[in-house]
């Protein structure tokens, strides 16, 4: 692993030095994925519920500290990749060393379990979060390494979506099932089919240097831009004509995310020349605006 030299704070207290290793993990593990997991577990449990109390607050607090393990570990794990890429982040620049950051891995897994065993003891909150530690785990990780494999890192994304939105539903009332099948189902599937497509656009080059076979490195460009377009469309429609059935409280999220796939689509195609890694990124993010609107749009339906 090709890890840049520790850059340690200047002069300073400890506390100090405790909070900018503090401050470099919460930006290791990419804040708006992180606000992404709390808000899908926020909108299941939203939806599961009529009062958002103590409990659910400490078991979404559980959830967070469990993504932000995950997270952290992948970039333990991405440090040749996120180097040739041009990754700023804190581990890649040597501002956050890798032992801090594996230490703080294992604090926030421990944290994780411990708050959701006291939050459901007995219940099902501990499995999901054990299992979520462990497709984060299996992603990043030996033997499995998911990341290097188009359709284990797919499956991997997908799961870690359905057990976020099955975790809120099990600390809630478990009301509203058929709403949160849907959303959890459709927006599962955006994180499986587009996102984790997506996201591997710029980055075909570190890839390839980390030994990674991404859809980009196997499949092409092209094909994989096509891919996201098709999935995105389906998806999208897919979940309008199944809310206009089933569950109409979700049908503005999902005429949201109709006008998503449209841009993600749209950027995916016209991105293709770009010659920029931000220029690349676009269809990226617009999958992830996407998400954040639909969460929205959810949350203000229940709200008024």
């Given amino acids: 692993m ?4 520790t850059k340690f704070p200047a002069a300073g207290t400890s506390w100090s030095v405790f909070t900018s290793f503090c401050r470099d993990f919460l930006q290791e593990s990419r804040v708006s994925v992180q606000v992404i997991f709390l808000i899908r577990f926020g909108t299941a449990a939203a939806l599961g519920t009529t009062i ?11 959830w967070v500290l469990a993504t932000l393990a995950a997270y952290v570990f992948n970039g333990v794990m991405d440090v040749t990749e996120d180097r040739a890429n041009g990754s700023t982040r804190p581990i890649s620049r040597g501002s956050l060393p890798v032992p801090v950051a594996a230490g703080g891995v294992v604090v926030s897994s421990g944290l994780a379990l411990t708050i959701g065993g006291i939050v459901d ?27 290097r494999r188009g359709y284990s890192a797919v499956l991997l994304v997908l799961a870690m979506g359905v057990l976020t939105y099955a975790a809120g539903w099990q600390v809630a009332d478990r009301k509203g099932g058929i709403a949160i099948l849907l959303l959890g189902a459709a927006m599962s599937l955006w994180m499986g089919g587009v996102g984790a497509l997506a996201k591997d656009l710029p980055d075909a080059e570190g890839d390839a240097a980390g030994g990674r076979r991404t859809p980009v490195i196997v499949w092409g460009d092209r094909r994989v831009r096509i891919l996201i377009t098709v999935n995105a469309v389906v998806i999208a429609f897919g979940y309008l004509a199944a809310t206009v059935a089933f569950a109409p409280v979700l049908v503005p999220s999902a005429i949201a995310l109709v006008f998503g796939a449209v841009a993600v689509g749209s950027l995916a195609a016209t991105t293709r020349t770009a010659t920029t890694r931000s220029g690349r990124r676009l269809p990226y993010r617009a999958f992830m605006v996407t998400q954040y609107a639909v969460h929205i749009v959810v949350l203000a339906a229940l709200l008024f």
């Fill in 2 to 5: 090709d890890i840049a030299p």
């Fill in 52 to 62: 958002f109390g103590g409990r659910e607050m400490a078991a979404a607090l559980a």
């Fill in 121 to 147: 003891p007995g219940g099902l909150l501990p499995l999901l979060i054990l299992a979520h530690l462990v497709c984060g785990y299996a992603y990043s990780g030996a033997p499995f390494y998911g990341k």
